[in-house]
Structure formats: C-alpha cells, structure tokens
C-alpha cells in the first residue's frame, strides 16, 4: 500500500466475520496418523494473538473527514495515475455502471475489501456514489474506494441501512391524488429522513387531473404554511411539468415515492426522449406495480441529474430514534421549549406546549397523529 501522505490517516477496520477461509488443515487427522504432524510447527502456523489470520480488524489507508468527524467511511486511498474517477448510475446485482469523466460508462465489480468490511449498510455502493475505479478491460473495471457521501436518502431495510440514493441536492416526494391516493404520513416521513440528511424537499402530487384540485387544498395549505414546496401536477395533461421542470435545474435530485404514484411517467415528461418503462396501477388493490427495479441517474439535457427510484410501500427511518422526532417537525419544533418536561414525548403529558397548540387549532391535528404514530414506532 502507498506510504501515507498530506490528507490520508491510518485506521483500523472490522470485517465481517467469513471474511478468512478456516485456517485449519481439513486432512490434519490423516497426517498424524502418518506420523507427518509436527505439533510445534502447527502451533507457529496458527496464531491465535489476534495479529494473524485469525484477526477480523486490519489497518488501511482512507482519506481525511473534511468535517473532522470519525464517521463510518469506505473511502480508501488509491493510486490516481491508474484509477479513474466516476459516478455510479446504477447498481445491478454485483455489477455497478459507474461513468468515467469522458461520459462513458464502464461495468465495474466491487473490490473484495469494500465488500467485507463490517458496516450498517446492505450494500457499499448505492447509485449516484463518486467513486475511484480501476479500469480492466475496455468496457469494465473494478471499484477501488468511494468518496464520504453528503445528501443521503436511506431507510431501515432488514436492521440495517439501505441506501437509496447519494450526493443529492434536494428530494422530491412523489405522491398521488388518486390511483393510489395519498399517504400523507409516508410524506411526513420522507420530510424527516429530508430534515435529518440536509437535503432539500419538495412535495409534488401526480394526477391531479384524475379529481377536483380544491379537495387537496387543506393538505397543500397545512405545508405550504410551515414553509415546503408543493407543486400540483399531472404527467398525462402537462399540468405543472415546466414548472417542476424549472425546480430540477442545475440540481442532483432523486425523486422517490410509492409504487404507482408516477414517478417514471413524469421524468418523461420533463425530459422527452427518456421512454422510461411504465406500468398502470393494480385494479384489484388500488397500489402500484414495481415498474422502475433499481435507483437509476439520468444526465438531464439543461444541467444537474435525476434519479429514478422503485416504488416504496413502507419507509422506516434510519438512524433517527423517538427523542428526535419532534425536532424534525418543522411546526412542532418552536413548541418544544415550552413543555413543563424537558423530556416531554407530547403524548401523554401534563402542562405539553404541543398538545396545547394542537387543541387550541395553532398545530394541524393530522400531521400531530403523524408524529405519535413516528414517535412510536408504527411502520408507514
């Protein structure tokens, strides 16, 4: 590995726990019945000290946290006179698309040892990653390390961080009016991983020419008033699309949402020329068919990107636990202080700002039982 140098720190990593192969010898009974079994030169081979093969931690190379912070990274220092730098546009099975600086696009697998180390995510490398990659053929390549990620659009998968999209500026929830109607608390829940990642929401309702615009007029009022953007639109009339077409400009943006809201039929119509695949919803259960399978940057032809995402039916926060959940809501936030409780839930209180202002009409009731059902827990 290259000497360490301005901007790299050493550190040491846990790997997963099959990482090694078993180092004892399967024929180890045949060899002392042979009288070939050295005892003291298997003692040797086999340390147990934890500096052997048996050790699960290893000292690698990365580059220095610009913010100073020891957070988890897979950013692994690499030689650039033979690396390249790319961005991920999707990530398929084992193979990532990752595009080099001259635009095209290379099919790389993943180098072992960003694979085996011990982290919280699913997978360790997610669409709009930058990476390093080392090229191996004309068309392939092997990615070397990833670049600490900013904007990160995840949820809890299985116990553990499924990244969804990375390095993105700004998140628009997709939802519908009708054929699925809206879930306004899958909305609010995008709206806190939004608040927690730093990346900027806008709300959009699809198929507003399937109902009368007035019947969404309490729900747009409610988060317009506490300061979101919401754009009312219809992919199959034009309505609203130059106008959301505007707000990507210049952005990397991910666009996400449940299944059937109409996510790939709007980025046709912003961006002619794509033909992504669409599907109609389900008749017999009102939800969406898995159209679009993976997260999938698109280059837009004015400046910026946008990613495609497959449709959600539960969204579980990340790495945001109960105590944080009223801080993340933008109108619950300015009541907090108020509580008689430092540690006031706003649930069951005495003397609790929040459910003084829920009573007396100042807070939204609807989006109040969105945050106990958060707070507690209960799945989307």
Request: hydrophobic share 35%; with cysteine.
């Amino acid at each position: 590995m290259a000497k360490k140098g301005k901007g790299q720190q050493k550190r040491r990593v846990e790997f997963r726990k099959n990482r090694t192969q078993k180092v004892r010898q399967g024929d180890i009974t045949k060899h002392f019945n042979r009288d070939e079994f050295d005892a003291d030169k298997a003692v040797q081979r086999e340390r147990i000290s934890g500096k052997g093969d048996l050790t699960r931690k290893r000292t690698i190379v990365s580059h220095d946290q610009e913010d100073g912070s020891d957070t988890e990274t897979l950013s692994i220092h690499v030689d650039t006179e033979t690396c390249l730098e790319g961005r991920v546009l999707r990530v398929q099975g084992l193979i990532s698309e990752v595009e080099a600086p001259d635009k095209s696009v290379f099919q790389c697998a993943t180098r072992r040892l960003l694979k085996t180390m011990s982290t919280d995510v699913r997978h360790v490398v997610a669409a709009g990653d930058h990476v390093w990659f080392r090229p191996s053929g004309p068309s392939e390549g092997i990615i070397e390390s990833v670049d600490p990620r900013y904007g990160v659009l995840s949820r809890t998968s299985r116990g553990r961080q499924h990244i969804i999209v990375a390095n993105v500026d700004q998140l628009i929830i997709v939802g519908s009016a009708a054929e699925p109607g809206l879930k306004p608390n899958l909305i609010d829940r995008y709206l806190i991983t939004a608040e927690y990642a730093r990346i900027r929401p806008i709300i959009c309702i699809n198929k507003v020419d399937l109902l009368d615009p007035a019947a969404l007029q309490t729900i747009v009022g409610v988060y317009g008033s506490i300061g979101y953007e919401v754009h009312l639109v219809s992919a199959k009339e034009g309505t609203g699309i130059e106008r959301l077409r505007q707000a990507l400009h210049g952005k990397d943006t991910v666009l996400s949402g449940q299944s059937g809201v109409g996510k790939s039929s709007l980025l046709n119509a912003i961006e002619p020329g794509l033909n992504l695949r669409v599907n109609a919803v389900s008749r017999e259960n009102d939800k969406g068919k898995h159209t679009t399978t993976t997260a999938t940057l698109i280059p837009l032809a004015t400046e910026g990107h946008v990613i495609d995402t497959p449709g959600i039916r539960q969204f579980q926060l990340w790495d945001i636990i109960p105590e944080e959940v009223a801080g993340l809501f933008r109108d619950i936030r300015p009541f907090i202080n108020r509580c008689k409780f430092p540690n006031c839930t706003h649930t069951h209180e005495t003397d609790c700002a929040v459910k003084d202002a829920v009573a007396d009409g100042i807070l939204d009731t609807r989006r109040y039982e969105s945050y106990c059902q958060i707070h507690a827990g209960d799945a989307a």
